[in-house]
Nanobody, 123 residues
């Protein structure tokens, strides 16, 4: 079992930055690809970014590419999401998730989920 706990959410003005962290339990963190997803009120959970177990491969949603950066520190069992140039439409609950295998964009392929952290971007 892998337990995931997100942190770093909050309220920020448009154009600002935040960094989310997701701490994972377990000794095999590097064997899991990790992803970030988000869900706005009344909408489906959307893919944001994912990273391979080694950190050598990343993928991004078109809506965040160039503004967000996913990274990981396997020694600390932590994955990060650096979010820059935030927009009001980035407002959502952000979830981290883990899966064995390659980084992937489909939420249903992830086995482990955190409880989420709220990001609110004011205009």
């Amino acid at each position: 079992q892998v337990q995931l706990v997100e942190s770093g959410g909050g309220l920020v003005q448009a154009g600002g930055s935040l960094r989310l962290s997701c701490a994972a339990s377990g000794r095999t963190f590097s064997s899991y690809a990790m992803g970030w997803f988000r869900q706005a009120p009344g909408k489906e959970r959307d893919f944001v970014a994912a990273i391979s177990g080694s950190g050598s491969s990343t993928i991004y949603a078109d809506s965040v590419r160039g503004r967000f950066t996913i990274s990981r520190d396997n020694a600390k069992n932590t994955v990060y999401l650096q979010m820059n140039t935030l927009k009001p439409e980035d407002t959502a609950v952000y979830y981290c998730a883990g899966r064995q295998g390659a980084a992937f964009y489909q939420a249903r392929s992830y086995d482990y989920w955190g409880r989420g952290t709220q990001i609110t971007v004011s205009s």
